[in-house]
């Protein structure tokens, strides 16, 4: 029987696939409600969602791109104050908490920390390129700056 998942099954298919099922699995899965026949209706009715999906995945590109160019921009500079010693070197460190603090706080911006590609917590003063994974295939640096208390 042909069938169309509607929910991910471990080792038989993935959400939104059509495949060929043995009949028996195929109406218990039916009955469980993670598939469902492969009739014209629900063909058309499955194109139409993927259609949707994709032209919802492409707003979501474009606005990360405009953010990326936001980012980008010559004008856009965190600014974070620290305690620091004489040879500047910060009495702590500046984490990517922090800095997506301030990004909100300073240009009303949220960036999830877990997005900000920080090695290791930043230790010194200056200017800083933090990079940014907005999107799959869409990279930004935010340049931060960071200056004495």
């Known amino acids: 029987m042909k069938v169309i998942f509607t929910q991910d099954v471990r080792g038989k298919g993935k959400r939104g696939e059509v495949k060929e099922l043995p009949d028996g699995y195929a109406n218990f899965l039916i ?3 993670k ?3 492969a009739n014209a209706q629900a063909m058309s009715q499955l194109a139409g969602q993927k259609r949707a999906e994709a032209r919802h995945d492409a707003e979501i590109l474009a606005e990360a791109k405009v953010l990326k160019e936001k980012l980008e921009s010559g004008d856009f500079v965190v600014e974070l104050k620290a305690k620091a ?3 500047g070197r910060l009495f ?3 984490t990517s ?3 997506s603090q301030a990004l909100e706080q300073q240009y009303q911006l ?3 920390k877990r997005k900000m590609d920080l090695k290791e917590p ?3 003063m200056g200017y800083v390129n933090v990079p940014v ?3 799959n295939e869409v990279a930004a640096k935010i340049r931060v700056h960071i200056s004495e208390k």
């Open 85 to 87: 010693g004489t040879d």
């Open 35 to 37: 598939v469902k026949q």
């Open 122 to 124: 930043i230790r010194s």
């Open 133 to 135: 994974k907005l999107h």
């Open 110 to 112: 949220k960036i999830d």
């Open 31 to 33: 009955k469980s409600g």
């Open 92 to 94: 702590g460190s500046i």
């Open 97 to 99: 908490k922090q800095i």
